[in-house]
């Protein structure tokens, strides 16, 4: 939650229990000795510290005044992902807030002054100066449409806006995804249009490694400049944009339009017969569920309650609190649109859905801890490997990027893919690798 | 605090990456729950620094180092209890998180060779693929099996069919207190894990004896265990979405949850289903924690808890069936059925499918006006309607329920729910391991007890229901221990839960009940070693000769001066009102710092 302190959270990180289920999959999960790790953080480090409890333990030190600021803590606070992971699986058990007291603390570690690090920063003068994450300038943020035959919502009313992102808007790699995605849904007949160059950084990165100030600056502008356009929803193909303006956004501004991501835009064009599949895909497929595409992309549901006891010691809220534990993440769109493409078999991977293991590249630890980013990759490319799929598919650019880089490090033959790729292939255009 | 020199001989043992003296991560090794109640502050000592070795020899270097250099020690596996550190700082903390490989599935010989950071969780996984399973200890899943089997407690809701934790102990590596190897059982000789007797004379009961020694023994490096068949699927189907996940219950398994009139005839059907030797688990839950573990949050457990009637299902049992075969099944379901028709049983869950369910609901909800007369239960009955017509409308019907408590008891998943959710913490005390009839007279014992400690607003009123207890090996033993809940950022329960518990461990001696599960550590000694041929002589006597510089932190295990000094300050300062707090401090105030050999009786 914005604006929130270590205070706030002081019962939540008293009640820890120490129990370390933050570490594995909710137990009843765990399906071998091999994929039975769900942290990235402590998978690669091992010191508790770094597990989702750990970091509460650290941000009640440092509440109490037992610790002090340090490199080392810092690494700590930062080699992780804020994937999430941890805070399912504590709150299979537990009411407790795991994930948004790791917020807190990197919050707070940025009020202090001693964050963001050092690596951070660029991406975040970027967002500053130029609206976007990759330190280019703002003119270029709409060249990935430019031979796109799509309206430009700010001049011409349409129902749902394509909200491309910094990476697929500016990544020359990823581009491509971003005008497949355009040329898909209006094959489909969907009503869309794009902002080009007038699309802002969603904001995502600011929120994730704690400067809150920027990310609700970034935020305000966003909600802002989409509820003047008067679309009835925005679509995203970025996991993280669609995480932050459907799950944060509310938290800052009411906006007057409904987020969906290009998976459950799909999902729906294939229920409503809007796409039909005619080329066969002939392959077998494993599915990333992206985290903020699943996990924690629950709606956020404002509570402004207090803590009450009752017999005696029963901890509740007051007003009723809805916990996000993960439970209505986007799941099944994506598999359903998968499940619709001929010739396509789907194999899972053992830690998928809620619990699924993250591509290691979120809440900056790609580019402050490139190492720790590439061992997370690594540890999802072998999962992905073990059940036999030829393809890694995913529907976010910054899961491809980091799991495609997590293949060629390890040598694998695996290939990864976008979800719309495949779409686009089966429906007769495109390529496949 | 630790020197340099010395910190960085222990980054050449372990690598410098698996060494720190960094206070943010030592701080997470301190903070321990119950912590608040032992040393009045949510964190234990913070120790001198952390060290994760990845294999024996290591460990051994590393043992060898503290001895050379009087440096306190402990071992820790997952490290979740305040047992795992030490109430004064400076200890150095092993944590063997990097020691997590199965190293061999024996299936033919039917068990599993263990490091410390194998949980429950992982070796069912793979031993279940095997069709083999194992015994997993209450505390749940995610805890460490060597723990369990050479250094605490040991039980667990299965036990009935898969023993109890250190009877499942075969050979085992250790090293000692001083540093030395020694290879446990056949081990030592033949190489061989499948006994962790001779030859020559066992030390599993030396390295454990009655609770164990809870890393005051220095440090266990692998163990094998012993596994039991498993006639299921090779690995569970799962359905939902957390927090609601159920199993498919496989054929000829089955999950009944039996109510019944009264204290006697949970005696008589736990003896007889025993002794029938059918059942893979035969366990009492106390209606609080079971409810806690059927429900998403708090606010849905008081929801149906404000309904009044389950504080009136207490004299109830839940069982699992598991058999090889349709006609093995057919034996097990009808020798179970004729004992709930002996015992005047009701059945209130059972996840045999057929028209069943809905009988068994009415059957339970007339159990209830009866047990909770006719206005309670209506009074109950809508907030019970109102939640069950809500669940049934999201699908969760009485079948998935059973679902949902057969996954729990297989794959031992839902304990943190159950006793951590509802306050923020929980105290177990009692559940000493005796006949089951015995366990039934500590239960009420238990209750009454703990009806005086809710009534004075200590502890979480769960209805003073009595504990959670099943058998072991077939009903030759049996536990039963008595669970209460707290919140421990709560000052006010701090300051007064030790006082419940002190009340517990009188009422064994008093009532010649079983000691405490947990008796172990000078304070519980020095209650019990004098009613219990000063067993402390004994205990203190092997740790001395193990250990004599005494650097194996032994805070839960013994310290002979202290539980000396303790004995004669119950007997001299009338010890019936002395309390466990006051004791915890006494103790505090006489620790010998480890290293010396203070303690140690004269020469
Ligand atoms: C909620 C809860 C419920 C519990 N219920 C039960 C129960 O029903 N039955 C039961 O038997 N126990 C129970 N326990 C106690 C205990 O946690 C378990 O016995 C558990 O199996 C120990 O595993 P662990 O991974 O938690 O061990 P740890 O916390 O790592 O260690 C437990 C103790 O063993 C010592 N130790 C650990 N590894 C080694 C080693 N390799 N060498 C030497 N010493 C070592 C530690 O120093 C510590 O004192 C419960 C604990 C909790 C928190
Ligand atoms: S954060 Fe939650 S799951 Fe992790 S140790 Fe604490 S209570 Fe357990
Ligand atoms: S957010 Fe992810 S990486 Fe960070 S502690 Fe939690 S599970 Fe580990």
Avoid at chain 1, 162 to 189: D, H, K, N, W
Avoid at chain 2, 202 to 227: M, N, W, Y
Avoid at chain 2, 311 to 328: D, F, I, P, R
Avoid at chain 2, 525 to 551: Q, T
Wanted: hydrophobic share 40%; with cysteine.
């Amino acid at each position: 939650m914005l604006g929130k302190t270590l205070e706030d959270y002081e019962k939540d990180m008293t009640r820890c229990a120490r129990c370390s289920l933050c570490k594995w999959p909710p137990l009843a999960q765990v399906k071998s000795i091999r994929y039975s790790q769900v942290c990235p953080a402590i998978s690669k480090y091992n010191f508790h510290s770094y597990s989702g409890g750990g970091k509460m333990i650290i941000g009640l030190s440092k509440l109490r005044g037992r610790v002090d600021y340090s490199e080392e803590m810092l690494n700590v606070i930062y080699r992780c992902s804020v994937c999430g992971a941890c805070d399912i699986s504590c709150k299979y058990s537990r009411d407790l807030e795991p994930l948004e007291i790791l917020h807190t603390l990197r919050a707070t570690c940025v009020k202090d002054g001693v964050a963001p690090l050092p690596a951070h920063r660029p991406i975040l003068d970027s967002m500053r100066n130029y609206d976007n994450v990759w330190q280019q300038p703002r003119k270029k943020k709409g060249s990935w449409a430019k031979k796109l035959d799509v309206k430009n919502a700010k001049e011409q009313p349409v129902d749902t806006l394509y909200f491309a992102g910094c990476t697929y808007s500016l990544r020359p790699e990823m581009q491509g995804i971003a005008r497949t995605t355009v040329e898909v849904l209006q094959s489909a007949g969907v009503d869309l249009g794009i902002l080009g160059e007038e699309e802002l950084c969603c904001g995502s990165p600011a929120y994730t490694i704690g400067d809150e100030e920027l990310f609700v600056e970034n935020a305000r502008k966003n909600i802002k400049a989409l509820n003047s356009l008067g679309v009835r929803r925005v679509v995203t193909s970025c996991a993280g944009c669609f995480g932050v303006l459907k799950t944060k956004y509310p938290l800052v501004e009411p906006a007057n339009f409904e987020v969906v991501n290009v998976t459950e835009l799909l999902a729906e064009l294939v229920e409503q017969g809007r796409l039909s599949f005619s080329r066969p895909l002939d392959r077998t497929i494993t599915y990333h569920d992206p985290c903020h595409l699943g996990r924690q992309s629950e709606t956020y549901k404002p509570w402004h309650g207090v803590e009450r006891k009752v017999l005696n010691h029963l901890v509740i809220q007051d007003p009723p609190k809805e916990f996000n534990r993960g439970t209505y993440g986007v799941y099944e769109a994506p598999r359903k649109v998968l499940a619709a493409l001929p010739g396509l078999e789907l194999t899972e991977m053992e830690r998928i859905r809620e619990f699924s293991f993250c591509c290691g590249s979120g809440g900056g630890a790609k580019s402050a801890f490139p190492e720790f980013a590439l061992a997370t990759a690594r540890e999802r490319v072998d999962e992905a490997e073990s059940t036999g799929a030829e393809m890694l598919v995913t529907a976010c650019p910054w899961c491809e990027s980091n799991l495609s880089e997590g293949i060629a490090d390890a040598g694998s033959r695996l290939k990864s893919a976008s979800i719309i790729e495949l779409v686009s292939y089966a429906l007769g255009g495109g390529e496949l690798s | 605090m630790l020197s340099d020199d010395v910190f960085l001989e222990l980054q050449g043992i372990v690598g410098a990456d698996n060494a720190t003296r960094e206070p943010a991560i030592l701080d997470t090794y301190a903070f321990q729950y119950i912590a608040e109640l032992i040393v009045g502050d949510n964190y234990m000592g913070r120790p001198c620094a952390v060290v994760m070795p990845g294999g024996t020899e290591e460990v051994q270097a590393i043992v060898r180092l503290c001895n050379r250099e009087s440096i306190p020690y402990k071992a820790i596996s997952t490290g979740w209890g305040a047992y795992g550190g030490s109430p004064a700082p400076g200890m150095l903390q092993l944590d063997l998180r990097r020691m997590n490989r199965i190293l061999q599935i024996d299936a033919d010989n039917m068990y599993a060779v263990v490091e410390p950071y194998v949980v429950g969780a992982t070796l069912q996984a793979e031993a279940m693929g095997l069709g083999l399973n194992c015994h997993i200890a209450g505390s749940g899943a995610n805890t460490s099996l060597l723990a369990s089997a050479t250094s605490v407690m040991g039980q667990g809701a299965t036990g009935v069919f898969t023993g109890f934790s250190n009877r499942n102990l075969l050979g085992f590596e250790w090293v000692m207190p001083d540093g030395e190897l020694l290879r446990v059982g056949c081990l030592q000789d033949s190489g061989e894990w499948f006994t962790g007797d001779g030859p020559g004379p066992s030390l599993r009961g030396v390295i454990r004896g009655f609770a164990g020694a809870f890393g005051g023994f220095g440090v266990f490096t692998k163990c094998a265990v012993k596994l039991y068949p498993w006639y299921g699927p090779r690995a569970l189907e799962l359905t939902g979405v957390s927090p609601d996940y159920e199993a498919t219950v496989p054929e000829n398994h089955a999950v009944y949850l039996i109510s019944f009139r009264g204290w006697q005839d949970m005696k008589d059907f736990g003896n007889m289903v025993g002794e029938a030797e059918i059942a893979f688990a035969l366990i009492h839950t106390p209606a609080a924690p079971a409810v806690v573990g059927v429900t998403r949050s708090n606010k849905e457990f008081h929801d149906l808890w404000k309904s009044g009637l389950f504080e009136h299902m207490k004299y109830s049992l839940e069982v699992v069936l598991t058999a090889g075969n349709a006609e093995e099944f057919t034996y097990q379901r009808d020798v179970l059925e004729d004992v709930i028709k002996w015992t005047g049983g009701k059945v209130a869950l059972c996840s045999i499918t057929g028209p069943r369910y809905y009988m068994d609901l009415a059957v339970a909800l007339s159990r209830l006006v009866r047990q909770a007369g006719i206005k309670k239960t209506l009074r109950g009955t809508p907030a019970l309607l109102t939640y069950m017509a809500t669940e049934w409308r999201n699908g969760r019907t009485p079948a998935l329920f059973a679902k949902a408590l057969y996954l729990g008891l297989i794959k031992q998943c839902l304990q943190a729910r159950c006793v951590f959710r509802p306050g923020g913490s929980f105290w177990t005390s009692m559940g000493g391991l005796t006949s089951w009839d015995c366990c039934i007279e500590n239960a009420i014992e238990g209750e009454r007890i703990k009806r005086g400690w809710i009534e004075k607003g200590i502890l979480m009123d769960d209805g003073a229901e009595q504990g959670w207890g099943m058998l072991y090996e077939s009903g030759a033993y049996a536990h039963c221990e008595e669970v209460a809940f707290y919140d421990q950022s709560d000052p006010v329960c701090v300051e007064g839960s030790m006082g419940y518990v002190t009340d517990t461990v009188k009422a064994t001696i008093d009532k010649h009940l079983a000691m405490s599960l947990n008796a172990t550590g000078d304070p519980f000694h020095a209650w019990y070693s004098p009613h219990v041929m000063n067993y402390h002589h004994h205990v203190a006597g092997i740790k001395e000769e193990f250990d004599p510089a005494n650097l194996s932190e032994a805070s839960t295990y013994i310290n002979r001066g202290i539980t000396e000094t303790l004995i004669k300050l119950i007997e001299e300062g009338g010890g019936e009102n002395l309390d466990f707090k006051d004791i915890l401090t006494l103790a505090d105030n006489e620790e010998a710092p480890a290293g010396t050999d203070a303690g140690r009786p004269a020469e």
